[in-house]
């Protein structure tokens, strides 16, 4: 999964909101960085470049994420950690960083908590998450395409977990379970340019859980052909390109 993560969905998807989130990173003046669910580094490097002063601490869950992104971005220092249980002392950071993983936390209540406590009294937590699946060009054409492909039944993880939190109240209330504080909420929408939907494609077959589903099917290549012709028709041939929304968030501990 790593691999296809970083090949078809990285440079599409999270280069641009990652030179984005490490802009408004570098305008906090940050020393010490914690980044959360950093994946195979996007983030990560976007950062050391914009703030190459700052030392950086990029964990993921996913031990194969850690494994590839420590190769990938030499220059921070890597740790398996799951973000409900953070190994590092209080205080430790003056800035916690997460692009596109607070969805994946399953009590995220409990990763704010923590959080909360690695963070410096003066520190500031900045994150993202996605809009809605239409507010997404190349994930709306993708699950059209794997719900036509597959009519008895498709599988929701676009819709339920990377699109499923969206609502900046939902947000703060989390932040407030854990005392912390919603300071600023921006949406933004970039585009993002693929070499062709067929990439794209497999990507998200490939590269997220939505694998899985297809491992277990006899039918998995008819069905993978499938999605990459009507997603190529949805989006067009050779290079391709699309609007993504996404909603930024900082927040810190209450007063």
């Given at each position: 999964m790593?691999?296809?993560?970083?090949?078809?969905?990285?440079?599409?998807?999270?280069?641009?909101?990652?030179?984005?989130?490490?802009?408004?990173?570098?305008?906090?003046?940050?020393?010490?960085v914690?980044?959360l669910?950093?994946?195979?580094?996007?983030?990560?490097?976007?950062?050391l470049?914009?703030?190459?002063?700052?030392?950086?601490v990029?964990?993921?869950?996913?031990?194969?994420?850690?494994?590839?992104?420590s190769?990938?971005?030499?220059?921070?220092?890597?740790?398996?950690?799951?973000?409900?249980?953070?190994?590092?002392?209080?205080?430790?950071?003056?800035?916690?960083?997460c692009?596109?993983?607070?969805?994946?936390?399953?009590?995220?209540?409990?990763?704010?908590?923590?959080?909360?406590?690695?963070?410096?009294?003066?520190?500031?937590?900045?994150?993202?998450?996605?809009?809605?699946?239409?507010?997404?060009?190349?994930?709306?054409?993708?699950?059209?395409?794997?719900?036509?492909?597959?009519?008895?039944?498709?599988?929701?993880?676009?819709?339920?977990?990377?699109?499923?939190?969206?609502?900046?109240?939902?947000?703060?209330?989390?932040?407030?379970?854990?005392?912390?504080?919603?300071?600023?909420?921006?949406?933004?929408?970039?585009?993002?340019?693929?070499?062709?939907?067929?990439?794209?494609?497999?990507?998200?077959?490939?590269?997220?859980?939505?694998?899985?589903?297809?491992?277990?099917?006899?039918?998995?290549?008819?069905?993978r052909?499938?999605?990459?012709?009507?997603?190529?028709?949805?989006?067009?041939?050779?290079?391709?390109?699309a609007?993504?929304?996404?909603?930024?968030?900082?927040?810190?501990?209450?007063v």
């Open positions: 790593p691999e296809a993560y970083e090949r078809h969905l990285v440079p599409v998807f999270f280069r641009p909101f990652a030179a984005d989130l490490a802009a408004r990173a570098a305008a906090l003046q940050p020393l010490t914690l980044e669910a950093a994946g195979t580094g996007a983030l990560t490097s976007a950062l470049t914009a703030v190459p002063t700052a030392s950086v990029a964990t993921d869950l996913n031990e194969a994420m850690v494994t590839a992104g190769a990938r971005e030499s220059r921070a220092d890597w740790r398996q950690a799951d973000a409900q249980e953070l190994p590092f002392e209080d205080g430790s950071f003056d800035l916690v960083l692009q596109f993983g607070v969805m994946f936390f399953p009590d995220r209540a409990a990763a704010y908590s923590e959080v909360g406590r690695v963070l410096a009294p003066q520190g500031r937590f900045l994150f993202n998450s996605w809009g809605p699946l239409a507010s997404h060009g190349f994930g709306a054409a993708f699950q059209e395409a794997l719900e036509q492909s597959m009519p008895e039944g498709a599988p929701s993880f676009l819709k339920d977990v990377p699109h499923g939190y969206t609502d900046p109240a939902v947000v703060a209330a989390d932040l407030a379970i854990a005392g912390l504080a919603l300071a600023t909420t921006v949406e933004i929408t970039l585009d993002g340019v693929a070499e062709s939907a067929s990439s794209v494609a497999t990507g998200f077959l490939t590269g997220t859980p939505v694998s899985a589903a297809m491992e277990a099917r006899q039918d998995a290549g008819t069905i052909a499938s999605v990459t012709q009507k997603m190529t028709a949805l989006l067009g041939t050779g290079a391709v390109t609007p993504m929304t996404a909603t930024v968030y900082t927040a810190h501990h209450q």
